[in-house]
């Protein structure tokens, strides 16, 4: 995959999400994204809000990477007993579930746990931290924490019902959905084991194996965990796109993007899987694995993020009306605002880092992330929203955002 020249397999990579990101918001910025209005003015009051969310959230700026582990707010999960592999391969476990169960929970859904109650993304973190303690992803009673692919295979909705607290009063948006991503997960991994194989059964913890023995003189590119999960993870994703038997994961179609292969019209985003690259990173470290090129990957084409830039007016719809219509993801107005939104992550940067007073080595794009523009893309939500959703009634099935 590193590397490749065959122009589909380069759509696996964070380098085509980057470089189809920038021609589409360099076509939006000429006039040419049918739907949307980009005012370039406005990225400085983007810029001023994030570095204001950023030095409230983190006055000494000591930011951490914006990974998964940010939002197991009720502490430290636990990991087995062991040595540095065992303990990387159960947090390998954890946190691809964690992360593939993060989609919108819904603006009514609430997690209790010992008294305090969480919703959104840090509730489903801790709902899904919880669920693997009790060991609902473990085929062994003897050893709860870890997931194997023969129980994922065997998950059922109601696993997720009661490990998630859902009833009519406490709905959740995608349960389906996230049960069936599971077990397509599941039966990944069984079907691959020269990538999913560990010690003893096929688990997604598995990849830790894969990710170690690929580092180079104990150094491993960000980028190569990307490519990893998007060859590993592929054919988990229902109703996506497929090329000639190659499956494109996060990827859409839009006219503007014209190409004279068959990438012609093609958008790859990857949000999930680079939401979870970067999540791998940190358990990568601790057991010893240098990553590195972290800024290879890209900001993650989400609400939050896509969400700072409506409403701080640099993308506008060239209707307002249009958005009172739910939209499916596949729309090309949400692809194309999707997109714009990797660039101007791009472009924001640079901005934010002037107004911190920090230098890039300091502040690369991970950090700004978590400081950060998804922190600033809620709290804008929750003051022009009610409950604090996205700018759009976005139908999805619970996998993209």
């Given at each position: ?5 065959d ?6 990579s964070?380098?085509a ?10 076509l ?18 983007a810029?001023?809000?994030?570095a204001k969310v950023?030095?409230?959230?983190y ?11 940010r939002?197991?707010v009720?502490?430290?999960?636990k ?6 592999a065992?303990r990387?391969?159960?947090?390998f476990?954890?946190i691809?579930l964690?992360?593939l ?11 209790d ?19 693997f ?21 065997e998950?059922r909705?109601e ?11 406490n709905?959740i ?9 599971l077990?397509?997960?599941?039966a ?16 997604p913890?598995?990849?830790y194996d ?8 104990g ?5 190569r ?16 796109i497929?090329?000639?038997?190659l ?12 190409r004279s ?17 970067y999540?791998?990173i ?7 694995v ?14 939050r ?6 409403d ?9 009306g ?17 997109s ?18 920090v230098?890039?080595?300091e ?10 523009t ?15 959703g ?12």
């Open positions: 995959m590193h590397g490749s020249t122009p589909l397999r380069r759509l696996l964070a380098g999400v980057r470089e189809r990101a920038h021609e589409m918001l360099d939006g910025i000429a006039g040419g994204i049918d739907f949307w209005v980009v005012d370039m003015d406005r990225l400085p009051v810029a001023e809000l994030t950023t030095r409230e959230q006055p000494g700026l000591d930011i951490p990477f914006h990974a998964r582990s939002h197991f009720a502490g430290p999960p990991l087995p007993e062991g040595g540095t065992t990387a391969r159960a947090a476990d954890l691809i964690s992360v169960l993060d989609a919108g929970a819904g603006a009514d859904w609430r997690f746990d010992e008294g305090k109650t969480f919703s959104r993304s840090e509730g489903l973190a801790v709902a899904s931290q919880r669920m303690e009790a060991g609902a992803f473990s085929n062994d009673p003897g050893s709860p924490l870890r997931a194997d692919g023969a129980a994922l295979v998950l909705p696993a997720l019902v009661r490990g998630f607290q859902v009833d009519e009063g709905p948006v995608g349960l389906e959905g996230r049960t069936a991503l077990q397509r997960l599941g990944q991994v069984l079907a691959r084991p020269d990538l999913f194989a560990s010690e003893d059964a096929p688990r913890g598995g990849l894969v990710l170690a023995a690929r580092a180079d003189g150094a491993l590119p960000a980028p965990i990307l490519e990893l999960l998007l060859e590993a993870l592929g054919p988990i994703w229902a109703d996506r497929v090329v000639n038997g499956p494109l994961g996060d990827c859409w179609h839009h006219p503007a993007l014209r292969d068959p990438t012609d019209g093609l958008v790859p985003l990857h949000k999930l899987s680079q939401w979870l690259s999540s791998l940190e358990p990568l470290q601790e057991a010893g240098e990553v590195v090129e972290i800024d290879g990957l890209t900001g993650l084409a989400e609400y993020n896509g969400g700072l830039f409506t701080t007016g640099v993308l506008t719809l060239a209707d307002p249009t958005a009172a219509r739910p939209i499916h993801v596949s729309d090309p107005l949400i692809v194309a605002w999707r714009m939104t990797v660039a101007l992550l791009d472009r924001l940067a640079p901005l934010v880092r002037a107004e911190l007073g230098r890039e080595e502040f690369p794009l991970a950090r700004m992330l978590e400081g950060g998804w922190a600033a893309g809620r709290r804008i939500a929750a003051q022009l929203r009610r409950g604090g996205p700018p759009f009634t976005i139908i999805s099935d619970g996998t993209v955002f």
